[in-house]
């Protein structure tokens, strides 16, 4: 581990890569694609200049390139070349569908994105790319490819040696990155992140946890995901680890045995995505892991249990938000406290703002030098609109015990009010979890004529019932008031690209409904 400083942050993205290339030598393998070809220090930065010269021709000086693209060598070689031609990445979520895309071009002022006619054909993404043609111009990566003159192929050859002669002048404190929230609640927002942003929070990483030269990190996390490019992506590129990255979270039966033959020690999932690997893996597919990573949903303790039982590596959950980077607090291996997460990275400010109703804890707002410039929004676009004073409300109700370890008791949007007690929904979401272990549950409020609101549970497990909540609720000590009045059974949960559930068409469900 390194102590941390903010100064180490004062560096922009392209430059950590040069950085790194310089640290830990040019033809050190830097990241594993999924079809097994590696890609050196110095492919990678080589590639970055000739695609880079290329986009020059396609786009102006800090014009926002969006990339849509699945996580592997392609997305990343496609966000340094826009970043080393001077223009801002945009990393647009593939699954959001036509009309979120074609919101997030708007705020973000994108007007050509980056892909490739193999992901295209390969993702069957035909008929989305025809919905954006009259919004966007899409660059193929094997167009532009073939696209290279002697000036591109020199500028690869020379970039690397005289990168200050090639790259453009870019300051730390600028935009490095647009990345947008996942619009679980609402429409996504645009959060950009400078560059100072996104290297500060590797660094803040580095100086929190041990990590090894020879670790090798698995990730399948999407790249539109601040998880996914930071801690998946950005922080094993920057500090010596190789990468070996795979497109999608969802092949689960593929994973553990991608797992097994790339040799990986650590690995970056969610609690869904590590249950569904163990479950798929056969002994010994996860056996090298030294630990895995979780963040975006709380960590089970069957999901612990199962770990221990068929592969014994621990589960370090973490907790962030993409305005953060996004890391925020992550447990240790050495110092793994279940039911929390962790301690806050070294570099980041807190403060708890009392929530009536909450006895413990607070609303959550951090500051320090990860979190983001500020939103953009549809109504106003490109036009960045800052934090106050370098505050993030993150908008969760957390607990700091004297020790420093946070504990997550929910969004503050995932509360109901019932007869004037506040009811936690992922209370209730936890308790139906354990009842029906191999089913995904919703937890909802509604409007209730007397009571304030009321709580409805969608749940895609046949035999859900609430007198069997109800008795596992009181044998463990949980209110009635957590015990949902209704519960709706549906054929599937509705998920977002991220695999976060998608709250606002579970409600809208709801709504069709009736409820």
């Avoid at 870019?170 to 996104?198: Q, R, Y």
């Avoid at 409805?456 to 044998?475: F, P, V, Y």
């Amino acid at each position: 581990m390194t102590k941390y400083s903010d100064k180490l942050a004062h560096m922009t993205l392209f430059s950590a890569l040069l950085k790194a290339k310089s640290r830990y030598g040019a033809k050190t393998d830097a990241l594993v694609d999924a079809d097994d070809k590696s890609y050196t220090y110095g492919d990678l930065v080589r590639a970055s200049f000739a695609i880079g010269s290329v986009l020059k021709r396609h786009s102006k000086p800090g014009e926002k390139v969006g990339i849509m693209l699945p996580t592997g060598a392609g997305a990343l070689i496609a966000f340094f070349a826009i970043l080393v031609a001077g223009r801002i990445p945009a990393m647009m979520n593939f699954t959001a569908g036509t009309r979120n895309i074609k919101l997030a071009c708007k705020m973000a002022e994108v007007s050509s994105i980056v892909t490739a006619h193999r992901f295209v054909k390969l993702a069957e993404l035909d008929d989305l790319i025809d919905s954006l043609t009259d919004t966007v111009t899409f660059l193929y990566l094997e167009d532009l490819r073939e696209e290279l003159n002697i000036k591109d192929k020199l500028t690869a050859v020379l970039g690397p040696i005289f990168p200050w002669l090639f790259k453009a002048r870019s300051n730390w404190s600028d935009p490095g990155v647009i990345l947008f929230t996942s619009g679980t609640e609402g429409d996504p927002k645009g959060v950009v992140l400078s560059h100072a942003n996104v290297v500060g929070n590797v660094e803040q990483i580095r100086a929190h946890i041990d990590l090894r030269t020879d670790d090798i990190v698995f990730n399948p996390l999407p790249t539109f995901h601040c998880f996914g490019l930071t801690g998946g992506a950005l922080l094993p590129l920057f500090t010596g680890m190789k990468a070996s990255l795979y497109p999608s979270p969802l092949h689960t039966k593929t994973i553990p045995e991608r797992i097994r033959k790339s040799g990986a020690t650590i690995l970056f999932a969610t609690d869904t995505f590590v249950t569904r690997y163990a479950r798929a893996g056969n002994q010994g597919d996860m056996d090298k892991l030294r630990f895995a990573v979780c963040g975006a949903e709380r960590v089970r303790d069957e999901t612990r249990a199962m770990i221990r039982k068929k592969f014994d590596f621990p589960i370090l959950e973490g907790y962030g938000a993409t305005e953060a980077a996004p890391v925020i607090a992550v447990n240790k291996p050495e110092d793994n406290r279940h039911g929390t997460v962790g301690k806050l990275l070294p570099g980041i400010e807190s403060r708890l703002e009392p929530v009536a109703g909450i006895k413990k804890g607070g609303r959550l707002f951090v500051r320090g030098v990860n979190v983001m410039k500020g939103y953009i929004y549809a109504q106003n676009p490109g036009e960045i609109v800052p934090t106050t004073d370098g505050w993030h409300d993150t908008g969760d109700i957390v607990e700091i015990d004297e020790e420093g370890y946070v504990s997550i008791k929910g969004r503050a949007k995932r509360f109901a009010k019932i007869a004037g007690e506040m009811v936690s929904l992922a209370v209730v979401e936890n308790c139906a979890k354990a009842v029906w272990p191999d089913n995904e549950h919703v937890a909802i409020c509604r409007p209730h004529k007397t009571k304030g609101e009321t709580i409805i549970l969608t749940s895609d497990c046949d035999c859900a019932n609430r007198s069997e909540l109800l008795a596992w609720a009181q044998s463990h000590g949980v209110p009635e008031l957590a015990v949902p009045k209704k519960i709706e059974i549906v054929s599937s949960i509705p998920v977002l690209g991220t695999g976060k559930v998608d709250y606002s068409a579970v409600e809208r469900d709801l709504e069709q409904k009736g409820y």
